[in-house]
């Protein structure tokens, strides 16, 4: 029996048939996971090789300056936000000859093993062997010492409260925005002394809690003691609630039962995809991206009830609520993988989105929700393609109604201006009118006040982000039968046409009346980051992003043909300076292929973008380029930031052999199969089974292909061809097939979708 998320209340007892068939099989999902993935970055952000149960509220990683770092900031109790740091360190210590204690210990580490259920390693040299396993709101450490000490255990928590009594310890952590995060704790053995460190850094036994900065409770344990046991409790309502948290869910100190859980629920959930690989490593590189889908968004519902920082209230809930989502990255593939597989937890999350919106001084959808609210991060608005994807994929068991007033109300009244909470001022009037963001002039200075002192106006990357979201607002609209709206919001769909130069085919800034900024280079100009035009990446990549109308983006662009040389050579111009210049200006802009960026979300769409134009072949070979070329199962093998599941939901889809180009559209577009055979169980249960006939390293050109035994010659298919579950079937081959998907018919749709 183990816990599983359930509708209603947080977690019920359900027995998994995985359990004994999958714990000692070699081959199982999760023993395929290699958290280490991509933990040495290319240049910015690296990932982070978390223990956590899927979509858990409580997440762990090592505490360190890098991964080639040898020592540990302590022992990690929670993590609070994706990349965030630890809330609450435990150190244990020798306190032999010592009479002075540190807060915190930094702790030298040697033969650490990393799984998405368990974390192993030896402390000081040898002298400590520490074992971990989560569950969902509780967690268990095993700490067992080699050598004779006179062991001790110090919990500090940064800012906030302590207290100890006995065996048993209380903290409180102070987060942003008034949230706090409260910690229980037992330890198995009474400890001889307690006490809070003083400002001396002695243990005082006359004070049993303090509250401040750096406070620590120090508790001493007999000497010789070989084996110290600590469970524990986290939650965001209460300490009380912690407590409760730990009863549900951990009854003893039984480390390797609450392992052999976390171990199956794992499988389950990594186990929704099947794949037979051509080598392990491609089934590490799937599985290990699966498993980064479910770092988050968190489930932080507790008994019923859970803190929203939306509002700063404990709320009742008849649903789970989910935090802890970076929209902007994961409304791309995470979202649409999360609607093949798990329907009512999308559901759910879909719901919470709405719930923050009602919650907030604003009834405007959130754009970055994290456990401490939301920071209205990146530029644009969309959670409204998940909205608009989940429903006409045909998700209904959340309030679309209210999504779609919270969407319209973030995209009208609250500013476009990027990293900002402010209400729409001059910047949105201007764009309501003349239909884009107007760039400044040269040495013009900045006077909208709502526009970020770093992040500018990125007035390309939000005129053409907008027209999308608008987009997607247009087919709620119509879905909901709200004709004037859907009509008005087709229209400004079409807005990226009013920032394209049709001498350059490129989107360029225009400043306020109505001119575009020359002279203009397309690789550097924008300042850092190209925020000044653009938001990370330069204008080689923000000319694809029309996700919605690729067919207007070729008419524009001339044609088919030019459509293709402009795609190639986007792929092939150099970057024109030197890395480090290049990198010094562009530091998301990693995982170069010419001025493709495989390292950042605006790129994940282009590769499959030669299917719109007749050539899917090209798709086949750059996408098998690109995925072996920047995702590696090794220690650098992630090309940039990952964003907790925004870049590994493209591993994930890609290697299947599909792609959803345009979230707000039921359909997919083919690429090429990465694995001999692919089994997807969807969220009804049913399978869909994908089979790549000849496939080898090199034969992964597209012959020919079936769908439930029916020949098929489109580069795309629908989302209805395969929510019932079937078949897809490719031939492959050595050469490019150039026929196979290149004919005007069998190019994906656009704009609205089409049956035909």
Same mark, same amino acid.
Not at 153 to 175: E, F, H
């Given at each position: 029996m183990i816990a599983i998320l359930k509708k209603g209340r947080l977690y019920i007892l359900a027995m998994l048939c995985v359990g004994c068939a999958t714990r000692n099989k070699i081959d199982s999902p999760v023993d395929q996971v290699n958290p280490y993935m991509g933990n040495i970055s290319h240049l910015l952000v690296p990932t982070y090789p978390t223990i956590h149960l899927p979509n858990s509220m409580l997440r762990v990683y090592p505490e360190r300056q890098d991964f080639t770092t040898d020592q540990l900031y302590g022992l990690p109790m929670i993590v609070t936000s994706h990349r965030g740091r630890s809330a609450f360190n435990l150190s244990p210590v020798d306190r032999t000859d010592k009479t002075h204690f540190n807060n915190v210990y930094s702790l030298d580490y040697d033969n650490e093993v990393i799984k998405p259920y368990l974390y192993t390693s030896n402390l000081?040299?040898?002298?400590?062997?520490?074992?971990?396993?989560?569950?969902?709101?509780?967690? %268990?450490?095993?700490?067992?010492?080699?050598?004779? &000490? $006179?062991?001790?255990?110090?919990?500090?928590? /940064?800012? +906030?409260?302590?207290?100890?009594?006995?065996?048993?310890?209380?903290?409180?952590?102070? %987060?942003?925005?008034?949230?706090?995060?409260?910690? &229980? $704790?037992?330890?198995?053995?009474?400890?001889? /002394?307690? +006490?809070?460190?003083?400002?001396?850094?002695?243990?005082?036994d006359q004070v049993t809690s303090k509250s401040g900065d750096q406070v620590a409770a120090i508790l001493h344990f007999e000497p010789g003691l070989e084996l110290l046991k600590i469970r524990y409790g986290i939650s965001f309502i209460s300490v009380e609630q912690a407590e409760l948290n730990l009863r549900r869910e951990i009854k003893d100190y039984n480390l390797e039962l609450l392992a052999n859980k976390g171990r199956d629920l794992w499988n389950y959930a990594l186990g929704k995809i099947q794949v037979k690989g051509l080598s392990k490593d491609d089934e590490a590189l799937f599985y290990s991206s699966v498993y980064r889908c479910y770092e988050r968004p968190v489930n932080i519902s507790e008994d019923g009830r859970y803190f929203s920082a939306f509002d700063g209230q404990v709320h009742t809930d008849e649903r789970p609520f989910y935090t802890d989502d970076w929209i902007w990255d994961t409304y791309r593939a995470t979202h649409p993988l999360r609607l093949l597989?798990?329907?009512?937890?999308?559901?759910?999350?879909?719901?919470?989105?709405?719930?923050?919106?009602?919650?907030?001084?604003?009834?405007?959808?959130?754009?970055?929700?994290?456990?401490?609210?939301?920071?209205?991060?990146?530029?644009?608005?969309?959670?409204?393609?998940?909205?608009?994807?989940?429903?006409?994929?045909?998700?209904?068991?959340?309030?679309v109604e209210k999504a779609y007033q919270s969407a319209k109300g973030a995209i009208?009244?609250?500013?476009?201006?990027?990293?900002?909470?402010?209400?729409?001022?001059?910047?949105?009037?201007?764009?309501?009118?003349?239909?884009?963001?107007?760039?400044?002039?040269?040495?013009?200075?900045?006077?909208?006040?709502?526009?970020?002192?770093?992040?500018?106006?990125?007035p390309i990357a939000v005129t053409l982000g907008t027209s999308y979201d608008e987009w997607c607002l247009a087919q709620l609209a119509s879905q909901l039968g709200k004709k004037e709206d859907h009509e008005k919001y087709g229209k400004h769909a079409l807005n990226y046409r009013n920032v394209f130069n049709s001498k350059t085919s490129f989107f360029h800034p225009k400043d306020k009346d109505g001119n575009f900024i020359e002279p203009f280079d397309y690789r550097y100009d924008g300042g850092q980051g190209a925020r000044e035009y653009y938001g990370e990446n330069n204008g080689w990549v923000y000319r694809w992003d029309v996700p919605h109308h690729i067919a207007d983006l070729i008419d524009l662009m001339g044609g088919r043909n030019k459509f293709i040389e402009n795609l190639d050579q986007t792929f092939r111009e150099p970057l024109g300076k030197s890395k480090f210049e290049f990198y010094?200006?562009?530091?998301?802009?990693?995982?170069?292929?010419?001025?493709?960026?495989?390292?950042?979300?605006?790129s994940l769409h282009v590769p499959y973008l030669y299917n719109y134009a007749g050539q899917p072949w090209k798709s086949q070979k750059r996408i098998h380029q690109l995925v072996h070329q920047w995702f590696r199962n090794d220690l650098m093998g992630m090309p940039g930031d990952e964003d907790g599941g925004g870049m590994s939901a493209f591993v994930v889809f890609t290697m299947l052999g599909f792609y959803p180009v345009t979230p707000g559209m039921p359909i997919y577009v083919i690429g090429t199969p990465f694995f001999n055979e692919s089994q997807i169980t969807l969220s009804d249960g049913k399978k869909l089974t994908i089979k790549a006939q000849n496939l080898s390293k090199q034969n992964k050109y597209i012959q020919s292909a079936k769908i439930n035994g029916k020949d098929w010659s489109k580069a795309w298919f629908a989302h209805d061809d395969i929510v019932n579950g079937g078949l897809i079937e490719f031939v492959m081959g050595p050469y490019p097939n150039k026929e196979w998907g290149a004919k005007m018919k069998d190019a994906p749709p656009s704009f609205k979708y089409r049956v035909d």
């Open positions: 000081q040299n040898g002298d400590i062997d520490v074992k971990y396993a989560p569950s969902h709101q509780s967690a %268990l450490y095993e700490i067992r010492f080699r050598k004779r &000490y $006179a062991p001790s255990l110090i919990l500090n928590t /940064q800012s +906030g409260t302590i207290s100890v009594s006995g065996n048993k310890i209380k903290a409180s952590q102070n %987060l942003d925005n008034k949230t706090i995060v409260y910690l &229980y $704790a037992e330890v198995n053995q009474q400890p001889l /002394q307690v +006490g809070i460190r003083n400002d001396q850094g002695q243990l005082d597989i798990d329907q009512e937890v999308e559901s759910d999350i879909i719901q919470s989105y709405v719930r923050m919106a009602e919650q907030m001084d604003q009834f405007w959808l959130p754009t970055f929700p994290e456990i401490t609210g939301d920071s209205r991060r990146m530029n644009s608005n969309h959670g409204v393609a998940t909205i608009a994807d989940a429903y006409v994929k045909g998700l209904r068991s959340f309030d009208e009244n609250k500013t476009l201006a990027p990293w900002s909470a402010q209400p729409a001022g001059w910047l949105d009037d201007f764009y309501k009118t003349h239909g884009y963001i107007p760039a400044l002039k040269p040495g013009e200075a900045e006077t909208v006040p709502e526009v970020h002192h770093f992040e500018k106006r990125q010094s200006q562009l530091p998301d802009h990693t995982g170069n292929v010419g001025q493709f960026s495989m390292a950042n979300e605006p």
